[in-house]
């Protein structure tokens, strides 16, 4: 069956950085395009990073553009999100996601804090 698991999020200060981790198994990870969502408390769950099957093409969240990098390894069956200058704004569990035929697959999420 189809699994993300996320890792790597925590308490971190503003303007410090944090690298997320996703591990995928139970589907062929390669052709599919992965996705990293967040939701803060009281909010919607937003879109915060996408990247192609192959890793050429991401799109980001204007608020996030420049500083957050998606990247994925499809030797490994990871999907990651480089984080950096955190601003409190950023608060919010982060999921991961692949759509697969037809299908929305979501992670546990991992919280990222930033406080200071």
């Known amino acids: 069956q189809v699994q993300l698991v996320e890792s790597g999020g925590g308490l971190v200060q503003p303007g410090g950085s944090l690298r997320l981790s996703c591990s995928a198994s139970?589907?062929?990870?390669?052709?599919?395009?992965m996705r990293w969502y967040r939701q803060a408390p009281g909010k919607e769950r937003e879109l915060v990073a996408q990247?192609?099957?192959?890793?050429?093409?991401?799109i980001y969240e204007d608020s996030v553009k420049g500083r957050f990098t998606v990247s994925r390894d499809n030797a490994k069956k990871m999907v990651y999100l480089q984080m950096n200058s955190l601003k409190f704004e950023d608060t919010a569990v982060y999921y991961c996601?692949?759509?697969?035929?037809?299908?929305?697959?979501w992670g546990q999420g991992t919280q990222v804090t930033v406080s200071s």
């Open positions: 996601h692949a759509r697969i035929v037809g299908y929305n697959y």
């Open positions: 990247i192609s099957s192959g890793g050429s093409t991401t």
């Open positions: 139970g589907f062929t990870f390669s052709s599919f395009v």
